[in-house]
């Protein structure tokens, strides 16, 4: 059975910084990233990060956050700096098999205010 377990939320002041973890138990997996979603708000793709070493940043991220895998331990990095206010949102862990079948960790809060 598949799970995910993500650590590193919390509160930080505006432009401090976070590193979250998820490690994913099982099965190397193709793909594997993180998600967010903001009160009343979408979730959305903030950043992944595929087997071969290749990422994809939402736009509102990048040259802030960077994505990093160990592909030995199954386990995916979300370091991010210079965190706004508007970073606040509970993320979540996602990974794909490559057989295609996805994944959720449970979330994890993070909360940018002064």
């Known amino acids: 059975q598949v799970q995910l377990v993500e650590s590193g939320g919390g509160l930080v002041q505006p432009g401090g910084s976070l590193r979250l973890s998820c490690a994913v138990s099982?099965?190397?997996?193709?793909?594997m990233g993180w998600y967010r979603q903001a009160p009343g708000k979408q979730r959305e793709l903030v950043a992944r990060?595929?087997?071969?070493?290749?990422?994809n940043y939402a736009d509102s991220v990048k040259d802030r956050f960077t994505i990093s895998r160990t592909n030995a331990k199954n386990t995916v990095y979300l370091q991010m700096n210079s965190l706004k206010p508007e970073d606040t949102a509970v993320y979540y862990c996602?990974?794909?098999?490559?057989?295609?079948?996805?994944?959720w960790g449970q979330g994890t809060q993070v909360t940018v205010s002064s």
């Open positions: 990060i595929l087997y071969s070493g290749s990422t």
């Open positions: 099982g099965s190397v997996f193709n793909i």
């Open positions: 996602y990974t794909r098999s490559f057989s295609g079948d996805d994944y």
